[in-house]
């Protein structure tokens, strides 16, 4: 059983969805004179946040992703990043917002932040569901956010540990055993 590694739930499905409508709304009217608005999530982690703020969003969009591996341990990262996937297409000229699950130290999206600027896109903007300031790195300017969360290793909502716990329908703190093995 998967709820058997759960400690307690952080941020429960309807806290998660009425935010993802917030969110949405918010979007809608600020990208609304954009005739070419391109959301980028960033695999695997925005995968299911992405796929419940697009249908929020009440405008022409396309949506693309790129993966990206961030060298360090399981739980921390070191900012020495690595693109798995590029973009299917290119940037030039669009207004881009990066969807991303959790902002820790900030350096897997600020390193992410920048090649994409370096494309010429004709806006870029940020968008996470979790942020963890406490744990911050590098300045990073969020435009959008979901919720600010104390210094815990969360999995849910297409967050994992190990690659598994994604399908979790709340995000939730894992229970310390599961890391201690
Ligand atoms: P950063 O480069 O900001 O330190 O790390 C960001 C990435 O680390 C996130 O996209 C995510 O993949 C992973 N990460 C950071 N904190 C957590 C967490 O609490 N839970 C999970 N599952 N992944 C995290
Ligand atoms: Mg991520
Ligand atoms: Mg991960």
């Known amino acids: 059983m998967l709820n058997n590694d759960i400690e307690r739930v952080l941020i429960t499905e309807k806290q998660l969805r009425e935010k993802v409508e917030q969110l949405g709304k918010k979007i809608s009217s600020d990208y609304k004179n954009s005739d070419n608005f391109l959301m980028v999530g960033v695999l695997k982690g925005a995968v299911v946040f992405m796929s419940d703020l697009i249908r929020c969003v009440n405008l022409p969009l396309q949506i693309d992703f790129m993966a990206v591996s961030s060298y360090g341990t399981s739980t921390e990262s070191s900012g020495?990043?690595?693109?798995?996937?590029?973009?299917?297409?290119?940037?030039?000229?669009?207004?881009?917002?990066?969807?991303?699950?959790?902002?820790?130290?900030?350096?897997?999206?600020?390193?992410?932040?920048?090649?994409?600027?370096?494309?010429?896109?004709?806006?870029?903007?940020?968008?996470?569901?979790?942020?963890?300031?406490?744990?911050?790195?590098?300045?990073?300017d969020v435009d959008y956010l979901g919720f600010e969360i104390p210094d815990y290793f969360v999995v849910g909502y297409g967050l994992d540990y190990a690659g598994k716990y994604r399908n979790l329908c709340d995000v939730c703190v894992l229970k310390p055993e599961i890391y201690q093995d």
């Not at 896109?121 to 979790?130: E, F, M, N």
């Open 80 to 140: 020495v990043v690595r693109i798995l996937k590029d973009l299917d297409e290119s940037v030039e000229g669009k207004d881009v917002l990066i969807i991303e699950d959790i902002i820790d130290s900030g350096l897997t999206l600020s390193y992410m932040y920048n090649i994409l600027k370096s494309r010429k896109p004709a806006s870029i903007k940020i968008c996470a569901l979790l942020d963890k300031p406490s744990r911050r790195k590098v300045e990073l």
